[in-house]
């Protein structure tokens, strides 16, 4: 993380080091600048020590004014960089600020999403059963609640025709089983017929040479020696 900038410091790095003179001091560079005069030569002792404290005043001055100018200038940038980051922006379908003070962006404006859109465009109050369950079939497709419900709907139908099936295929196997016993049970009466006449026809030594017996169809035939043939 960026660390603040030290002002201070600078103030102190561009003011300089200063030793603010002693009382001794003025008092030797005053002697100093009597033996000076005195002996016809130009007294400066004081005076540098008074120059020495004007440059440090200024230099004082200079620093303040340079730190002055600094801060304002950082103060104008995160300004103007605040501003800048309070700007509303777009994500998605939402309008928000940020607020540099508190660091938290704040919603404007909430876009209606494409769920709600189409539970809208459906004529459903928002926030009811259908309305939700709407948005839920757009976010869920195939695993919504309207999905699920035509599944058990259609689970429900395709059982009922099951039964329904299983009830004609039923009927089918007995109504089969019927025609099969009541064509067994003709057959077998055709064929106790043909046996019973049989018994009664005599041989061929016996009556007209030829045995008689009734076809399936209940016509009167006879064997020729070689094969069943219509009575003549």
């Given at each position: ?92 379908r939402e309008r928000l600020a940020y607020d540099p003070a508190t660091g938290e962006a704040n919603v404007l404006y909430r876009g209606r999403q494409d769920a709600e859109i189409y539970a809208d465009s459906l004529g ?96 009167a035939v006879e064997w020729d020696g070689k094969a069943w043939v219509p009575v003549k």
């Open positions: 993380m960026r660390q603040p900038f030290d002002y201070d410091a600078a103030l102190k790095a561009l003011t300089g080091d200063y030793k603010k003179p002693k009382a001794w001091q003025y008092a030797l560079a005053a002697v100093g600048d009597a033996l000076a005069r005195n002996g016809g030569h130009q007294a400066f002792a004081v005076q540098n020590i008074v120059n020495q404290q004007n440059e440090y005043r200024q230099r004082q001055l200079d620093a303040a004014e340079t730190i002055a100018g600094w801060q304002y200038d950082d103060w104008a940038r995160q300004n103007e960089a605040d501003l800048r980051a309070s700007n509303p922006f777009t994500i998605g459903f109050d928002r926030g009811s059963e259908e309305w939700n369950a709407a948005a839920q079939d757009f976010v869920l497709r195939g695993s919504g609640p309207s999905a699920h419900a035509r599944d058990l709907e259609l689970d429900d139908y395709r059982t009922a025709n099951d039964r329904d099936l299983e009830g004609y295929r039923q009927e089918n196997r007995l109504e089969m089983e019927n025609t099969r016993q009541r064509n067994r049970s003709a057959m077998e009466s055709a064929r106790q017929g043909n046996r019973m006449t049989l018994r009664q026809t005599p041989s061929a030594g016996r009556g007209s040479g030829r045995r008689r017996a009734v076809d399936g169809n209940g016509n």
